[in-house]
């Protein structure tokens, strides 16, 4: 029972946070993937800076005084989500628009939005600098720990506050997307433009505004992936710069262009990589009392090393675009 | 008053213009039915009507206005629809999803219309929930043609509505067509099916060379020996 609970707690637990982390900076990806058609590298960027807002709005809302029940990053999101897709769109007039009112190739917009990458980076390292920050430095960061010696367990389960907010909010966003997709006249006519652009222009759908509506919403999800992902672990320049292989995975394994498979591709590639590097000797321990001397566990026994866990992302790619190359859920071939 | 008219419109996709001087006038009450060899640029005239290509001269007036180079989002409110020659579904999407995009400019109630569109085609609201993707070709087209009428067009312009579909569905989307113009709707539209697409066609026009050959009743040009000989196979 305490091995599963181990299990648990480093497996289930981090990787869901890991999945929901990768599946909103994903459905980002996909959403400006079926709109726009290129691969909007700086993705990782607008969740990087997103989650520097949402610091510079934590400190200032702690230095006014203003204290809540739930850590300051979440309190500050929503505003902070509101500035990043207000970022996006900026990012997206001042470069992207005007390459592709040249009819630019989405191989040039995806190496502008390298170039943007670079840009916001360095942008964030002028002002910042290179070291890291965190959100816990005034407060505390509450952990649950939930007592299961009832079960015969000697390892509480243990959740951070931070944690546990994070799949909540998750959930809630995509319960969100998902109603806005499926319900409303704009998230329909978004689903048509990705479909078939040409129709949805003749059919007057204004793909201008529909444009627009999907850089806010990628702007707003990378802001709260971000977000989260600091405060997981802590804020620096190249935050999500780390993770956006991964995320690229999750969103072509799910299928370029399909919401519902970047986000099953995000959960699919978190749970996966922390599998992966999970220690089975703290779950196998107890067989070394009865195996023999020669063959006692090694103190780390993982599928991958840590310092590796990068690859677990590619491998799921390459195999997946092996057996099916539309991904999981059909979208566009790449 | 002319619903449409083309006054002698050049236009292309950026190299030598395609069209070199169309002439066409749709009244109200109006079919109009292009026809023409493969190339004359039929299906460019109605992209130029539809602001999808570059009109560089000539004027194009509808409802009396010059909309030459308007883009469809201003164009589908003042009352014009288009259907593709192809790729004329969402095929990810819904039959009534489909039909809601048709409507995606209307501020107004438009159950009424999709209502209407149901009655038309009866089989689309057995279908409603169903990918439009999944669909035959004839039903398709009327998936196509329904997004189309949602947005209530003053004029339906239709790119070979009858291509590919067996003998049977032609004439079953012909009728179809006959009966949305006694609604009200002035028809312009391309056809393969020359013969009959102008045996009740109010107005005919054979293009070749981007430029109009002959013009008259539908069953004018039918009668007319040259056109028979050169357009319409003997
Ligand atoms: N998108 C395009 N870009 C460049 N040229 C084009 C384009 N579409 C059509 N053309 C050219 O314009 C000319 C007229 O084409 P159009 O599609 O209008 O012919 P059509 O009369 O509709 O023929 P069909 O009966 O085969 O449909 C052709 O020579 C074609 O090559
Ligand atoms: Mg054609």
């Known amino acids: ?334 | 008053m002319a619903l449409i008219e083309l006054k002698h419109v050049v236009g292309g996709y950026g190299g030598a213009p395609i069209l070199n001087g169309v002439n066409i006038a749709i009244e109200p009450h109006d079919i109009g039915v292009i026809v023409g060899p493969n190339g004359a640029g039929k299906s460019t005239t109605l992209k130029a009507i539809f602001g999808l290509l570059k009109v560089t001269g000539g004027t194009i007036e509808f409802g009396g206005e010059n909309v030459a180079n308007s883009l469809p989002d201003r164009l589908v409110p003042k009352g014009l629809s288009f259907v593709p020659q192809e790729k004329n579904v969402f095929t990810s999407m819904s039959v009534e999803e489909n039909l809601e995009m048709g409507a995606f400019t209307r501020k107004d109630d438009f159950r009424a219309t999709m209502a209407w569109v149901y009655e038309m085609f009866p089989v689309l609201a057995e279908k409603r929930r169903q990918p439009a993707g999944e669909l035959s070709g004839g039903q398709r087209q009327m998936v196509a043609m329904g997004r189309a009428l949602m947005s209530k067009p003053r004029l339906l312009m239709l790119d070979e509505p009858s291509a590919g579909l067996s003998p049977r569905y032609v004439i079953e989307i012909f009728e179809t067509i006959v009966r949305v113009n006694k609604e009200g709707v002035g028809i312009l539209m391309v056809e393969q099916n020359a013969r009959q697409a102008l045996a009740f066609a109010s107005k005919g026009f054979v293009l070749a060379s981007g430029q109009n050959r002959f013009t008259g009743t539908g069953p004018e040009l039918i009668a007319d020996p040259e056109v028979a000989k050169s357009f319409l196979g003997g």
């Open chain 1, 1 to 334: 029972m305490t091995e599963l609970i181990f299990f648990i707690n480093q497996v289930v637990i981090s990787g869901a946070v890991l999945g929901c982390i990768y599946a909103l900076g994903a459905v980002g990806i996909t959403l400006v993937f079926g709109i726009l058609r290129f691969a909007h590298f700086a993705h990782s960027e607008l969740m990087t800076s997103g989650a520097f807002f949402a610091f510079l709005l934590a400190g200032a809302f702690a230095a006014w005084g203003i204290t809540a029940p739930i850590p300051m990053g979440f309190v500050v999101l929503p505003i902070a989500m509101v500035i990043s897709a207000i970022f996006a769109l900026g990012i997206d007039k001042g470069f992207y628009a005007p390459l592709r009112k040249r009819g630019a190739k989405p191989v040039t917009l995806l190496i502008a939005s390298i170039g943007v990458t670079l840009m916001v980076q360095g942008l964030i390292r002028l002002f910042f600098g290179a070291g890291s920050y965190s959100f816990f430095e005034t407060e505390t960061k509450d952990v649950f720990r939930v007592d299961l010696s009832a079960f015969g367990s000697t390892r509480p389960l243990v959740i951070t506050e931070p944690q546990l907010l994070m799949i909540v909010v998750t959930a809630l966003s995509v319960i969100a997307l998902h109603l806005f997709l499926t319900r409303s006249r704009l998230g329909k006519a978004m689903r048509a433009m990705a479909d078939n652009a040409d129709l949805a222009q003749v059919s007057g759908i204004n793909t201008a505004l529909v444009v627009r509506v999907t850089w806010i919403i990628a702007g707003a999800l990378g802001c709260m992936a971000g977000t989260m992902l600091a405060l997981d672990v802590t804020l620096k320049p190249d935050l999500a710069f780390n993770i956006i292989i991964p995320i690229f995975a999750a969103a072509i394994v799910g299928g370029l262009g399909q919401a519902y498979g970047a986000i099953a591709g995000g959960l699919l590639i978190g749970f996966a990589e922390s599998l992966a590097v999970f220690n089975w000797t703290m779950v196998l321990r107890p067989l070394n009392a009865i195996l023999p001397e020669w063959l006692q566990l090694p103190a780390t026994l993982a599928f991958v090393p840590t310092e590796y866990k990068l690859t677990v992302a590619f491998v799921i790619l390459v195999v997946t675009l092996l057996v099916r190359p539309t991904g999981i859920f059909k979208g566009a071939s790449s």
